[in-house]
């Protein structure tokens, strides 16, 4: 069984930081791609940042220059870096991430997903 796991949320005034985590852990071989999505009360699940396994990055529009994604395979962790909040950013965040794991010799890839970690920013 696999696991995925946020922390690192909270409540914040606007202008600070929070660096959230995303702990992946049960028979896992590695992990391949892995991106953060938030929700705001009311709308969609929109994508925030990506990391490919190979570690290059992406961001949407609304927190390019103020969030930075990561990642520390030996932990099979992804971290998101969240400086110079604002009010919009509140919102639960969502860890995503393909994860391949091995039972035997068997290995196999599947997404996951966790179980949400809520951020928000007081102005």
């Known amino acids: 069984q696999v696991q995925v796991v946020e922390s690192g949320g909270g409540l914040v005034q606007a202008g600070g930081s929070l660096r959230l985590s995303c702990a992946a852990s049960g028979s896992i071989f590695g992990i391949s791609g892995s991106a953060w999505y938030r929700q705001a009360p009311g709308k969609q699940r929109v994508l925030v940042a990506t990391?490919?396994?190979?570690?290059?990055?992406n961001y949407a529009d609304s927190v390019k220059g103020r969030f930075t994604i990561s990642r520390d395979n030996a932990k099979n962790t992804v971290y998101l870096q969240m400086n110079s909040l604002k009010p919009e950013d509140t919102a639960v965040y969502y860890c995503?991430?393909?994860?391949?794991?091995?039972?035997?010799?068997?290995?196999?890839?599947?997404?996951?997903w966790g179980q949400g970690t809520q951020v928000t920013v007081s102005s």
């Open positions: 995503n991430a393909d994860i391949m794991t091995i039972v035997g010799i068997t290995t196999s890839l599947k997404n996951y």
């Open positions: 990391i490919t396994g190979g570690g290059t990055t």
